[in-house]
Nanobody, 120 residues
Framework: VQLQASGGGLVQPGGSLRLSCAASGSIFNINVMGWYRQAPGKQRELVATITTGGSTNYADSVKGRFTISRDNAKNTVYLQMNNLEPEHTAVYYC???????????????WGRGTLVTVSS
């Protein structure tokens, strides 16, 4: 399963960006889709996850500012980021937990990451 992320870039403080990540390949179903980020000199951390049914989980630092959503028909997850600040600068990675068949084990796949830079 391959993940293709897009939507990163340079934005001024207070601005918005929308990240997208599309999964392709041999997929029976995707249980959880998520976004993680890694800032310079820091460990990768959870940003948000969303289940097939739409249940979401957010890091406390992004609640009320970021919104995760998904299109199950397109195997795509989105991250709407509003009111961005310099501390949100990081490489953002998408992640899926999926199965390739009804009786298959769940696997995890990571995207390559998309850079978000918040700077004036």
């Amino acid at each position: 399963v391959q993940l293709q992320a897009s939507g990163g870039g340079l934005v001024q403080p207070g601005g918005s960006l929308r990240l997208s990540c599309a999964a392709s390949g041999s997929i029976f179903n995707i249980n959880v889709m998520g976004w993680y980020r890694q800032a310079p000199g820091k460990q990768r951390e959870l940003v948000a996850t969303i289940t097939t049914g739409g249940s979401t989980n957010y890091a406390d630092s992004v609640k009320g500012r970021f919104t995760i959503s998904r299109d199950n028909a397109k195997n795509t997850v989105y991250l709407q980021m509003n009111n961005l600040e310099p501390e949100h600068t990081a490489v953002y990675y998408c992640n899926v937990i999926y199965r390739q068949g009804p009786h298959s084990d769940y696997n995890i796949s990571w995207g390559r990451g998309t850079l978000v830079t918040v700077s004036s």
